[in-house]
């Protein structure tokens, strides 16, 4: 008898913990499955837009030569199978930028719950904000290059020595530049919400000016083309978008 109480005694907390297993399951189940749908529509979307800029790249990238009017260089194709790579890179920039908004859209919505009235209208203000940000600065990106394609072939023309670009680099440079300097100009938009939602205290980040600025200037050597004259546009203006988050948010 005593032998038959041990066994139930030991069997007991693995019973109790398999329940509590299988409540946890059960309670955040329909948000995992949720969550799965979402990501399928999100994966959807992507391809399929994905597959549509892949078929349609030829345009894209014409677009975008005429857009940078590529005078005086001569662009070419290092490996007969780069074709293949540039479908394949423009399909997925072209996904990855229709989907983003949708994105935004599913983590709004999955984060609402957690975060109070006021701090959910605050994030569904900004996302027009970020959205035009994002767009001002690939834009911006595709400034740079363009000034610095202009600056250097001219000098290599003036010394009559012919430039030769490899076409895959040229894009994926100017892509990397455009996504990169997106994401540098949400640096308002970071602020702001860090110190409405009282993350951080304005009086720590202005405090840290020195850091950010450092880091922002590492960031900006990492990004193409990578001369100096560039190194200069791409730091200053990030700084200059740190400083105006911080001037907006003065009242804090």
Do not use: H
Request: hydrophobic content about 55%; overall charge positive; charged content about 10%.
């Amino acid at each position: 008898m005593a032998l038959e109480n041990n066994q139930s005694a030991t069997i007991s907390p693995v019973a109790s913990g398999s329940s509590i297993i299988d409540d946890t399951v059960s309670k955040y189940l329909p948000y995992l499955k949720e969550i799965q749908k979402k990501l399928l529509i999100l994966l959807s979307v992507v391809l399929i837009s994905g597959i549509f800029g892949f078929f349609y790249y030829q345009k894209i990238l014409m677009i975008a030569m005429n857009i940078f009017n590529l005078k005086g260089i001569t662009i070419v194709l290092s490996s007969p199978y780069q074709f293949i790579d540039l479908a394949i890179n423009t399909g997925i920039a072209t996904g990855v930028i229709i989907a983003f908004p949708l994105f935004i859209y599913y983590v709004m919505g999955f984060l609402k719950p957690a975060l109070a009235r006021n701090e959910f209208t605050l994030l569904s203000r900004l996302i027009p904000f970020t959205t035009i940000l994002f767009i001002l600065g690939f834009i911006f990106g595709g400034w740079v290059m363009q000034f610095v394609i202009n600056l250097y072939s001219k000098t290599a023309i003036d010394f009559n020595i012919t430039n030769i670009w490899d076409i895959s680099k040229f894009f994926s440079q100017t892509i990397i530049m455009g996504v990169c300097l997106g994401i540098l100009f949400e640096i308002p938009i970071f602020i702001t919400v860090l110190i409405k939602l009282r993350i951080v205290k304005k009086q720590t980040i202005a405090s840290n000016r020195r850091i950010i600025y450092a880091i922002l200037v590492v960031l900006a050597a990492l990004l193409p083309p990578g001369d100096v004259i560039s190194l200069a546009i791409l730091t200053s203006v990030p700084i200059l978008l740190f400083e105006i988050g911080l001037l907006l948010n003065k009242s804090i």
